[in-house]
């Protein structure tokens, strides 16, 4: 009797640590199983930029003039930000940008600073206190 019951106890032991060890090590995902499944959340995340081709559907005329000039390299939506939700409201509201607000657009790539390698500006020096919209068409 004695027998049967360490027997049984060491083999409930032996099932729980084989239990145990399966849910830790061969149930647990890999570096790269933990990988894609991090890709597949992250794709089935929405997606707020429309792209310029999107944009470019209903403003033909302005994209025409993007490509042509000095920010052909500039998406729409660089400047404009996230226009997904205008897409599909058609309002002005969230891509507008106010002349107010075209300094601090401007000056993000256009700054004098030792790294920026684009063409930059002073803007104490170069607006003379003007928005940058007043004298230069920023899709040019
Ligand atoms: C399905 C057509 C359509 C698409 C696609 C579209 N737009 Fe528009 N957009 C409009 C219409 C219509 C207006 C005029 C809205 C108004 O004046 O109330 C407008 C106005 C604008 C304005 C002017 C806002 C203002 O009054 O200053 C900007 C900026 C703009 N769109 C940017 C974009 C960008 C950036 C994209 C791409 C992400 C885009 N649009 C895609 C239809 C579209
Ligand atoms: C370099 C930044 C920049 C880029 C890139 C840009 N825009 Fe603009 N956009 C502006 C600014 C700033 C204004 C406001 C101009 C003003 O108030 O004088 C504006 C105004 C507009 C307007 C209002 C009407 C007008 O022409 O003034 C529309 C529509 C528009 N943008 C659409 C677009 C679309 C579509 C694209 C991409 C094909 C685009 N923009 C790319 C900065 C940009
Ligand atoms: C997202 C970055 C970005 C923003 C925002 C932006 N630009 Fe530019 N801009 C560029 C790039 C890139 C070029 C072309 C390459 C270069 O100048 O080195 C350019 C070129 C230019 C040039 C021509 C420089 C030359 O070669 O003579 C002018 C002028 C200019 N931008 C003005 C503006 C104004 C005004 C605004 C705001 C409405 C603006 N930019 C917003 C990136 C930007
Ligand atoms: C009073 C008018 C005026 C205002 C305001 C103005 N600019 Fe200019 N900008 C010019 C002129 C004129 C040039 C030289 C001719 C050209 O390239 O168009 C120029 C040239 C530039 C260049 C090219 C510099 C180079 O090295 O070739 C950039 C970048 C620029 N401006 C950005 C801006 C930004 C950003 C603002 C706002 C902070 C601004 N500008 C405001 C008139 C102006």
Known sequence: MKKAVIFGLAFAAIVYIALLSYVLIISMPSKEESKEKWIETEKEKEISFAGMDVCRECHFETYKVLMSGNHST??????????????????????????????????????KTPANKIKTIIPSEHAKGLYCVVCHEPHK
């Open 74 to 111: 500039v998406s729409c939506e660089a400047c404009h930000w996230v226009g997904k939700e205008h897409v599909i409201k058609k309002d002005a509201e969230s891509v507008k940008i106010k002349r107010n607000e075209s300094w601090d657009l401007c000056l993000k790539c256009h700054l």
